[in-house]
Each structure stands twice: as C-alpha cells, then as structure tokens.
C-alpha cells in the first residue's frame, strides 16, 4: 500500500509538472531576458515620451539617452525600476508565454500532431498576450512611471521608492482603477507582441529549417533558432511599437498644474493628437531603442527557454 501510494504521489507530482512546464520555464527565460535588457528598455521609455515633455524637439538617439542618465543620476540608474520589471515579467511573461505553449500544444495535438498553420498560431498569440497583459498591466504602470519619473522637474516627481510604494501610492492618490491606466493599447500591444515574437518565431523557425536543410529531430539547431529569433525580434518590434507608445504616455501621463486635466483622454484622443503634433512618423518614435530591446529580448527568451526547459525536464525525471 505504501508503494503504491508513493507511486501516485510521484504521478501526481509528474502531472503537475509537466502542465507548469510552459509556465515555469517561459517566466524564468522572459525575467532574465528583461534584467539584462533593462538598460535599453529605460532609455526606449524616455524617448517615447521625450516628444510629448519636449514638443518640436528632435528626439535624442539611444546612447545619448543613456549618457545623459548616466551625467545626472550615476550608473545605477540604469536599472532604475528593475524591481517592478521583474515583478512584471513575473506574471506578464510567465503568463504570456505559458499560455501560448499551453495553447499551441493543445492545438496541435487537436490537428492530429501536425503543425498549425500562421493562422492559428496568431489567435494563440493574440488569445495568450491578451489574457496576460490583463494580469500584468499594474506590474507595467509601476516600471513606466519608476522609468519616467527622472524625466519631469524635481516639483513634478512621484519619487517612488520601489515597485511597492508605487502601488501603494497610486491606489491611495489616484485608485485603484489608475492601476489600469492604459489597458486597451497595453492589450493591443501584448497581441501585437506576441503576435510578432511567438506565432512569428515558430512559423519562421519553418522556414529557416528549410533554408538551412535542419531537419529539427532534436529541435532546432543553433543557427535556426538564432535566424528564427532576430527574424521575430523585428516583427515583434514593428507590430507592437505604435501601441507601446500610446501606453507608455497613458501610463506616465499626470494631469497639468494649470487646468488640473490630463494630456489625453483615451487612446484615440492619444493618438490622434500623436497624429497631429509628430505626425506619423512619431507612432515609431524610438524605433532604434525599440528594436535594440526587442530583439536581444525576444532571442535572449528564445534561447535561453530551450536550456532552462532541458534542466526543468531533469529535474522532474522519473
């Protein structure tokens, strides 16, 4: 009785495992990835709001933004706001990616185990980044405003000492409804990301396999992965930044001394006005920033997500 109980504890143990999988190791892969890209994600948040505090003024370039954070608050300040980053990438990323796997699974083995087409990846993708950005929208508030808060005049800052006192802070300010500033566009944005960096990447890893004769008995090859990844990387950026753009200035935006109103009222009025004063070309403000983040971020995920998932397998051996 006593093996036999041991055995369905180890079985059960094994189920667990095994569902947690895309969760556990997509999470960890997506948190290390935005702890090392932390630097190129705060200065990609500077220049998207740089048009709005600095009207008619051309945006500065990546390593100007750096440098000048560097002159003003030390190195350190580069990783301002990490803490709320990995707080997000916590449930934002474990969630996102998780899913996606989680669903892709599902509708492959629905298909008889035949690859899905893009179709289907994209509604995972978008069904995934949906779902997710919903749970880890607050995460998000916290990291754009401890980012930007440098940004306005010493009167003007929040001052925020972590990622708790930015929620507790804004809930007690503003409510907890200000937690949610800027859901839709972030909703949009977490489809269009995972649209461009998942449902991209698996039906580019198809296609360089095929360029570079990979087989894939074993998974994918290096080169594969890293052709599949930059290529995901770029359309994960391009998708996504017009959307990230009009969250990042929902998510910072405060409401004028004088009048007590806030610089937009939605995100059509945020975009329309974006329109009006940076003309189309500003929806991609911040292009270079952008993708500087987005590539190393999504390859970093990618490749790093097939190692951890090998040593999580390990772990969990029968």
């Known amino acids: ?31 290390f990835a935005s702890v090392v890209i932390h630097p190129i994600d705060l200065a990609k948040v500077r220049m998207q709001l740089y048009g709005q505090l600095n009207p008619g003024k051309p945006i500065p370039g990546f390593g100007t933004i750096i440098q000048n954070i560097v002159k003003k608050d030390g190195v350190t300040a580069i990783y301002k706001g990490v803490d709320a980053a990995i707080g997000r990438q916590m449930v934002y990323g474990t969630a996102r990616i998780g899913l996606h796997r989680t669903f892709s699974d599902a509708l492959v083995k629905y298909n008889d185990g035949k690859p899905v087409n893009f179709l289907t990846k994209t509604l995972s993708g978008m069904a995934s980044g949906a779902i997710a950005v919903c749970i880890g929208t607050p995460f998000d508030i916290a990291l754009v405003r401890l980012q930007s808060d440098s940004m306005a005049p010493k009167k003007d800052r929040r001052n925020y ?22 859901l839709a566009p972030n909703i949009l944005r977490g489809m269009s990301m995972n649209v461009g960096m998942l449902a991209c990447y698996d ?20 080169p594969t992965k890293m ?25 910072a935006q405060k409401p004028c001394p004088e009048t007590g109103k806030m610089p937009y009222s939605g995100v059509a009025d945020c975009a329309i006005q974006i329109f009006k004063k940076e003309g189309p070309l ?19 995920i990618l490749l790093s997500i097939e190692s951890i998932t090998q040593a999580y397998r390990d772990a969990f051996k029968p």
């Open 161 to 182: 000492k972590n990622v708790f006192d930015a929620f507790i802070r804004t809930t007690k300010e503003e409510g907890i409804g200000a937690l949610y500033k800027g």
């Open 227 to 251: 052709g599949s990844s930059a290529i995901a990387g770029f359309t994960a950026a391009l998708f996504s930044l017009p959307f990230d753009l009009i969250k990042s200035r929902l998510m």
């Open 203 to 222: 039906q580019a890893k198809e296609m360089v396999a095929k360029l570079l004769n990979d087989p894939m008995t074993n998974g994918p090859t290096l």
């Open 1 to 31: 009785f006593f093996f036999l109980a041991t055995d369905q504890s180890r079985s059960t143990t094994m189920g667990v495992a095994k569902t947690a999988e895309p969760f556990v190791c997509g999470g960890s892969a997506a948190t």
């Open 282 to 300: 500003g929806f991609f403000g911040g292009f270079s920033a952008y993708y500087g983040r987005c590539a190393p971020h999504a390859m970093i």
